[in-house]
């Protein structure tokens, strides 16, 4: 069954969501993102400033067949022509249909009320259907940002 993780309180979701990626990518884990099209936009361009000293390769979903097979970190609005199911993470508002196939969902959730409330809807989605609910509040671990 399907592992999933809620990471709350975190103060700038894309920010977080490259140093996410960045750990997931170093671990040599495949990674899916998945988000609203604007939010994917943002975190494409982030990805490749985020760091002066690192450079996450990504792509697309939207690139060729053979690009998406050699890439580990992949951005995509949907999940239906996703090659691999490792990791996903989630930096949208909706539960990603297709989440189940992966092995991982990682949920990013920030302060904002919207998010918080979206993201409630998520948990209880997830935990209707029996699946186990992990929890990080980084306020209390401190990486909040």
């Known amino acids: 069954m399907t592992e999933i993780a809620f990471h709350f309180n975190v103060a700038a979701k ?11 990518y170093l671990s040599g884990a495949h990674v899916v993102v998945t988000a609203e099209p604007e939010v994917l936009a943002e975190l494409d361009e982030l990805l490749w400033s985020f760091s002066p000293t690192d450079f996450l390769p990504h792509c697309r979903i939207s690139v060729s067949e053979n690009s998406l097979a050699g890439t580990q970190v992949l951005l995509a609005e949907s999940l239906v022509a996703v090659p691999h199911h490792a990791v996903l993470v989630n930096l949208g508002q909706v539960t990603p249909d297709g989440f189940e196939r992966f092995e991982r969902v990682i949920e990013v959730v920030t302060l904002a009320g919207d998010d918080r409330l979206a993201a409630r809807s998520r948990w209880k989605y997830y935990t209707e259907r ?15 940002a």
């Open 14 to 24: 894309l920010v977080y969501g490259c140093r996410l990626l960045r750990k997931v």
């Open 130 to 144: 029996g699946y186990a609910m992990k929890r990080y509040d980084l306020t209390s671990a401190g990486e909040g």
